[in-house]
């Protein structure tokens, strides 16, 4: 299939694709489905999501999508962004394996791996104009932006508005309509 068919068909499928019991719980294709699902709802938070000037080392600074800690996504997430741009910003991915080593990061997927360390990953980044995004149960309660939940074999979307807020970003209505929104602020912790 032709890169820029599987984007299209992967964006489609973002707010579409339903997972069978059976396949969800049992099959690496269907693991590998989930995160091609999730790595387009990454991609589509970059058009979604402002973040203020300073964010950005310049105008056409890259809009960083970072990975912390096991990377569930394989290639499927570099091939969906892979020659994209939003606002004129081109779209880049980053492997992290400690806090440490973020530096320019504009959407931060903190993989499951962290879910020990996700209190202190989030005091870390403090008040950074940075998109958490993760699929740990409690992320969203525990200060993080956006987590993912497969309810109903379907990944839905729960968004902690005042963690956002905080970090000085702005979430389209669009992608708000469809979430569970959460208050719970980065203090609460």
Not at 62 to 82: A, H, N, T, Y
Not at 179 to 186: G, L, M, N, P
Request: charged fraction near 20%; proline fraction near 4%; hydrophobic fraction near 45%.
């Amino acid at each position: 299939m032709p890169l820029l068919m599987r984007r299209l068909a992967m964006v489609l499928a973002a707010t579409t694709l339903s997972f069978t019991p059976a396949i969800a719980a049992t099959s690496a294709p269907a693991v590998t489905q989930e995160y091609d699902l999730k790595a387009a709802f990454l991609f589509n938070f970059a058009q979604f999501v402002e973040w203020p000037a300073q964010a950005f080392a310049s105008p056409t600074a890259p809009i960083v999508i970072g990975v912390l800690g096991e990377d569930p996504f394989g290639s499927g997430l570099d091939e969906i962004v892979e020659g994209e741009t939003v606002h004129e910003h081109p779209l880049v991915i980053r492997r992290y394996h400690s806090i440490a080593q973020i530096d320019s990061c504009q959407i931060l997927f903190i993989s499951l791996s962290e879910s020990a360390r996700l209190d202190q990953v989030l005091k870390a980044l403090g008040h950074r104009s940075v998109l958490t995004v993760g699929e740990a149960r409690d992320f969203t309660d525990r200060s993080g932006m956006i987590g993912f939940d497969l309810v109903q074999r379907r990944v839905r979307l729960r968004i902690n508005l005042v963690a956002a807020t905080d970090a000085g970003l702005t979430i389209s209505s669009k992608l708000l309509r469809q979430a569970q929104i959460v208050r719970t602020s980065r203090g609460s912790n």
